[in-house]
Nanobody, 122 residues
């Protein structure tokens, strides 16, 4: 079992920044690929970005150039830096974990946090 707890969401104006954190506990953190997903009201959950144990990353097109994922295996924490935020980035952001390789597929992630709300005002 892996427990994930997100933090760092909030209300920000367009063009602003936020830093999300995901603290993991349980099994060996470094063995897991960590992903960030988001879900806006009335929409399906979508992939944002993922990182594996050695720092390799996979970004969705909306995230490229604006968002940055990183992880600290010693602290069992993964971070998502959100820059140049837009109103369309408004969503609940979820941290997720899966063993092995990177993936953008929601269904491959086994463990999920409770989510943190990001709201971007225009």
């Amino acid at each position: 079992q892996v427990q994930l707890v997100e933090s760092g969401g909030g209300l920000v104006q367009a063009g602003g920044s936020l830093r999300l954190s995901c603290a993991a506990s349980g099994r060996t953190f470094s063995a897991y690929a960590m992903g960030w997903f988001r879900q806006a009201p009335g929409k399906e959950r979508e992939f944002v970005v993922a990182i594996n144990w050695n720092g390799n990353t996979l970004y969705s097109d909306p995230a490229k150039g604006r968002f940055t994922i990183s992880r600290d295996n010693a602290q069992n924490t993964v971070y998502l830096q959100l820059n140049s935020l837009k109103p369309e980035d408004t969503a609940v952001y979820y941290c997720a974990a899966k063993p092995g390789f990177l993936s953008s597929w929601v269904t491959l992630y086994e463990y999920w946090g409770q989510g943190t709300q990001v709201t971007v005002s225009s």
